[in-house]
């Protein structure tokens, strides 16, 4: 009776045991997905952000020179930087003559490249002054 007794409790904590290893490995594996998509968003936020002050860059160096709408990429990353430029003649808004709009959008370019569930896409606006 008492070695019947030993054995079914010996292969219950074995298997308990087993599911506890694949709980914490399961959870090692999800955390790990979730730290990658954190690094990703701020690599894009600040991808956002360089190019955003590489356009504003590029309006003070030479306004007629810029695109109005160009891609960079920086791999796993697509930035596409659209530019539109207010030329009003209104004189109650002459002062907002020159000003330029500046879009960035930041995605993720192939998601296959990453472990992400989901893909990334931020995107940025700044309205930039002459």
């Known amino acids: 009776m008492r070695r019947g007794f030993s054995l079914i409790t010996g292969i219950f904590m074995i298997v308990a045991i087993g599911a506890l290893g694949i709980a914490v490995l399961n959870l090692a594996a999800t955390s790990e997905i979730q730290k990658s998509e954190a690094f990703l968003r701020v690599q894009a936020e600040l991808l956002a952000r360089s190019a955003t ?23 796993p990353f697509t930035i596409t930087v659209t ?4 030329a009003n003649t209104d ?3 002459a002062e907002l003559a020159g000003t ?13 490249m990453t472990d992400l569930e989901m893909p990334i896409r931020y995107a ?4 930039q002054r002459p």
């Open 83 to 86: 530019r539109k430029v207010i």
């Open 53 to 75: 002050e590489h356009a504003v860059y590029l309006l003070q160096l030479n306004p007629t020179s810029v695109p109005d709408i160009y891609e960079i990429r920086a791999d």
């Open 100 to 112: 330029a709009l500046i879009d960035v959008v930041v995605e993720v370019r192939d998601i296959t």
């Open 91 to 93: 004189p109650d808004f």
């Open 124 to 127: 940025r606006r700044t309205v």
